[in-house]
């Protein structure tokens, strides 16, 4: 079965974030909404312009959908650029591709700890990947 993705971006009063997903982008919409009100989200001034203006300061739209897997971080990297995304940096790439990869295992059946092995990931980490990629 072939996988695809989505670009999506988040607009708020000070920037713009953006992201991908593996399917559908809206439940990732929805995981940035539960870090942000826990105020565990990884992105600094996200979660500094949720902390002022709540939800209502917030617009999520799909940029790009139907992208091969292949392509989808590369998408995100050029979006970001476009857009002068505030998370436009390689090194947040390289980092999303490894994510992606053990996505992938998972996908293909591969168990936790082989996967572990593979990437150097704990078993956590692949559980955490799950959530966010796949459910």
């Known amino acids: ?12 009063d000070g920037g713009i974030y953006v992201g991908s997903a593996i ?4 439940g ?8 942000l009100r826990t105020k565990k989200h990884h992105c600094k001034r996200l979660q500094e312009a949720f902390n ?12 790009e959908s139907k992208i091969d897997y292949s ?3 590369k998408s995100e990297f050029d979006w970001s650029e476009k857009l002068c995304g505030i998370n436009a940096r390689p090194s947040k790439i390289l980092k ?9 295992d998972i996908l293909a059946g591969i168990p936790y700890r082989e996967i572990s092995k ?5 078993l956590g980490a692949i559980s955490s990947i799950k959530r966010h990629f796949l459910d």
């Not at 593979?118 to 704990?122: I, L, N």
Request: net charge positive; hydrophobic share 45%.
């Open 28 to 35: 990732r919409w929805a995981a940035h909404v539960r870090l």
């Open 71 to 73: 392509e989808i971080l």
């Open 1 to 12: 079965m072939k996988k695809y993705g989505q670009v999506y971006k988040i607009s708020f």
């Open 96 to 104: 999303h591709s490894i994510k992606l990869r053990i996505a992938e």
């Open 118 to 122: 593979r990437h150097g990931a704990s």
């Open 23 to 26: 399917g559908n982008s809206f």
């Open 52 to 63: 002022l203006g709540g939800i209502t300061s917030f617009s999520f739209s799909v940029v």
